[in-house]
């Protein structure tokens, strides 16, 4: 069992930055923590992923050269810095893990096993 709980989330303008971060309750080597995002009215969607064993990275296209997905050990915790926000970005986020994968993680959403709540995002323009 991989408990994970976001926070971080807020309201900023277009442009303007904002760092999620996903506490594990403990380091789990060799997982793939992803972050999602639904938007009202939307399904969710994969953002940005990670392989905690050796930070191999994946993201969308919508992603790429504006988030950056992280993570520190020692803290047990990973981060989505999310910069150049614009109002499309404004989603619920989450982050879920799997564990026992192979990296490239992938980013569908039934790929993932364990959630976190959310923490809400809003990007006014």
């Known amino acids: 069992q991989v408990e994970l709980a976001e926070s971080g989330g807020g309201s900023v303008q277009t442009g303007g930055s904002l760092r999620l971060s996903c506490a594990l309750s403990m380091y789990y080597h060799n997982i793939c923590v992803g972050w999602f995002r639904r938007a009202p009215g939307k399904e969710r969607e994969g953002v940005a992923a990670?392989?905690?064993?050796?930070?191999?990275?994946t993201y969308t296209d919508s992603a790429k050269g504006r988030f950056t997905v992280a993570q520190d050990s020692a803290k047990n915790t990973l981060y989505l810095q999310m910069d150049s926000l614009k109002p499309e970005d404004t989603a619920m986020y989450y982050c879920?893990?799997?564990?026992?994968?192979?990296?490239?993680?992938?980013?569908?959403?039934?790929?993932?096993?364990?959630w976190g709540l959310g923490t809400q995002v809003t990007v006014s323009s």
């Open positions: 990670i392989y905690t064993g050796t930070d191999t990275t």
């Open positions: 879920a893990a799997v564990q026992s994968p192979e990296p490239p993680c992938r980013l569908g959403a039934n790929d993932y096993s364990y």
